[in-house]
């Protein structure tokens, strides 16, 4: 017997009618979503069951003889049954000692690898809630332009982060539920004090009441700062500027030589490589420049307004694909939300213009000159009956200047 079933609560309905008076809900489009040409109705889906029909009481009077008799072979079969299994308890018994002495030994080693156990490797599975998916739609329905402003990158960089910190949450968990400990509070290994200086230390606050005993080593030596080379970029330095743009490559190759042994060879190659970077921009930049500067005003002027129709162009196509976007965009939203609960949409009706009023139409040659002539100036139809108008006027542009006898 088919019947309907919510996969929203689970419920089971007999017939579609039913659900759609518990649920307040159109049967026909329950029954479309049963047969697959609806997805859900108001965020609802269902399904139709096959439910094996109920056994007739009537029926359990009409058992077989033979069933009877197969009953009795069983319980026979049973008590041989139980007498071979208590002979083989004590068997086990004694096996079972045996297999708890082994769990002694295996417990041992989950310990071990408990502490083994690597976090890095867990994968964690995020599931986007219905803020998430609204703040996604909030940003990225908007046009193309307006994904770059602060504002809206504002939003994505607070999003991401919220799902790195339910991330970190969940390895945190992880590291708690493994038993295993975090790298961080683990001790640094200590460096190998070469000066005695921090022998010294440990020393004096030992013999705090007899501090002659306990002998002071040389001065400590302060770490000497790397000298910085003027001839590489330093990627964290922003205000970096090219000090070597008026040396010439004598100078550079000399300065290298003298500080050679100071930095490697992956420094001095990556210098290399901005030179050579540097002399092929500045070279492809003089060449534009020398092209640029032998064009006519004319051709310099063709080419600017190709440059700006080619934007135009650009933007307009941009902002085409963002319409398609945004409506593909909806679409799957919509689709999501209705996975997790029904979401109600307000949608504004926008105020249909009231149409003008349709009068009566008259013969225009009953009108007189007069009234024909005001009628020409003030733009009101001959042929519209305006006798039994009382805002006739209102509907049309009127000059003022103008006194309409009616």
Known sequence: MLKIKCLNNNQVYKSAGEAGQALHLDRSNITKVCKGKLKA?????????????????????????????????????????????????????????????????????????????????????????????KKFRNVLTQPTLDLLTYTNMELIESLANDIMNYRERVKNELRKLAGAKNNDNQPQPQQQDETGWDEYERELEANKNNPVMVE???????????????????????????????????????????????????????????????????????????????????????????????????????????????????AEFKTEMAKNKPVIIEEVKQEQEQPKKIYKTINPDSLSEEEKEYRKKAGVPLDIDLSNADDGWDDYEIDDSVIVMR
């Open 216 to 330: 002071k080593p040389q001065e400590k030596p302060q770490p000497q700062p790397k000298p910085k080379n003027p001839y590489l970029q330093d990627e964290d330095d922003d205000d970096w500027s090219t000090s070597f743009d008026d040396d010439t490559e004598e100078d550079v190759i000399k300065w290298q030589n003298e500080h050679k042994e100071q930095f490697t060879e992956e420094e001095l190659k990556k210098f290399k490589e901005e030179r050579e970077q540097k002399k092929k921009e500045e070279e492809e930049k003089r060449r534009k420049q020398e092209e640029w500067d032998a064009l006519t005003e004319e051709e310099k002027a063709r080419r600017k307004e190709e440059e700006r129709q080619f934007f135009m162009d650009w933007f307009n196509n941009s902002l085409d694909r963002s319409k398609e976007q945004q409506k593909k965009i909806d």
């Open 41 to 133: 109705v108001k965020g609802y889906r269902f399904e139709y069951i096959n439910e094996v029909n109920e056994v007739n009481e009537n029926r359990v009077n009409e058992v077989n003889e033979n069933e009877v008799n197969e009953n009795e072979v069983n319980e026979v079969k049973q008590n041989e049954v139980n007498e071979v299994k208590q002979n083989e308890v004590n068997e086990n018994e004694v096996n079972q000692n045996e297999v708890n002495e082994n769990r002694v030994n295996q417990n041992e080693v989950n310990e071990n690898r408990v502490n083994e156990v690597n976090v890095n490797e867990v994968k964690t599975k995020i599931t986007l809630t219905p803020d998430h998916l």
